[in-house]
């Protein structure tokens, strides 16, 4: 047991209270839009729901379900997101066991390592991606949102860091047990780098979830837009047409009801998936940051 001092004891209560108002901040608006989904035309229209529903109803959720154009976007959002991250993690953990070695038994690791940084600090800017793109004939397909985003270089010098950090008699024990490089990344590395790749698999896939500009530049045919970018279109740019709503549902649901409704479900599955990686989370942060 230790004293706390006075200051300790206030610097505890006022950081307390900090993170209180900005779990506030980050849950009051989610309550917020759940509630106007579930509420009906009059109060949506009226602006006047707070955090509690006005003359509840389930109309708004079950008519975006039925919605062809948002189930055909939540279907390429899952399927981009779903090929995104196994591609994305497949190199990145590839490229961090590589370049987590040591100079003497990898001499160009320094070389790749700061081509690798080049990248994360410049890029070849919007249109010459575009134009890339575009030759290498990807435009209006899946492979155009998963390729150019594949390798996250941050999350690369995450999981090398990790590695670094896993002792070398390990990997000399799985060699003298005659397994090669492929076979001590899948029996040593992985299976002690949970941490890490629960992390930068997190990363991973809420980037592509979230994602929605290169859906709107890369996709000609509105069909085949994700979600996110599906959902940029009515509630940012409000083209209300993609809502497929017939116009006699219009005169008892409100525009504003059937988007927040569509918003929540974007967000449920990502609210579902962090809790079960949340322990993951700090320790890979923390664990892939201390080393150069």
């Known amino acids: 047991m230790y004293h706390k001092s006075k200051g300790y004891k206030v610097f505890n209560v006022i950081n307390s209270i900090c993170l209180i108002l900005l779990s506030l901040l980050c849950i009051l608006p989610m309550i917020h839009i759940l509630a106007v ?17 006005i003359d509840f109803t389930f109309e ?18 899952v399927y981009r997101t779903v090929l995104g991250t196994a591609i994305g993690m497949a190199l990145i953990i590839a490229a961090g066991y590589a370049l987590s070695k040591e100079y003497s038994y990898f001499k160009g690791r320094s070389v790749y390592i700061w081509v690798f940084v080049f990248t994360m600090m410049f890029n070849g800017g919007l249109v010459p991606t575009y134009l890339l793109i575009s030759n290498l004939h990807l435009i209006n397909t899946i492979w155009a949102l998963v390729l150019p985003g ?10 090398m860091n990790f ?3 896993i002792p070398r008699e390990l990997e000399e024990a799985a060699y ?19 941490p890490a790749i629960a992390t930068i698999g997190l990363f991973t896939l809420v980037w592509h979830w979230n994602s929605w500009f290169d859906g709107l530049i890369y996709m000609t045919d509105s069909k085949k837009y994700p979600l996110a970018t599906y959902l940029q279109t009515i509630v940012v740019q409000q083209d ?27 967000a449920f599955p990502i609210l579902i998936v962090y809790p079960f990686l949340q322990k993951y989370f700090v320790g890979g942060i923390v664990m892939g940051a201390v080393k150069e």
């Open 240 to 266: 209300f047409s993609k809502i497929s709503l017939d116009p006699k549902d219009l005169e008892n649901l409100s525009q504003r009801s059937v988007k927040a409704a569509q918003i929540f479900i974007t």
């Open 150 to 159: 594949a390798v996250g270089v941050f999350n690369m010098i995450l999981i």
């Open 176 to 194: 003298l047990d005659g397994a090669g490089l492929f076979k001590t990344l899948w029996k040593v590395y992985l299976p002690v780098s949970m």
């Open 37 to 53: 989904s579930f509420s009906g035309r009059g109060p949506a229209n009226a602006n006047i729901i707070g955090l509690w529903p």
């Open 60 to 77: 708004s959720y079950e008519k975006t379900l039925n919605s062809p154009n948002f189930i055909r976007s939540l279907w390429v959002a």
């Open 163 to 165: 590695f670094k950090a």
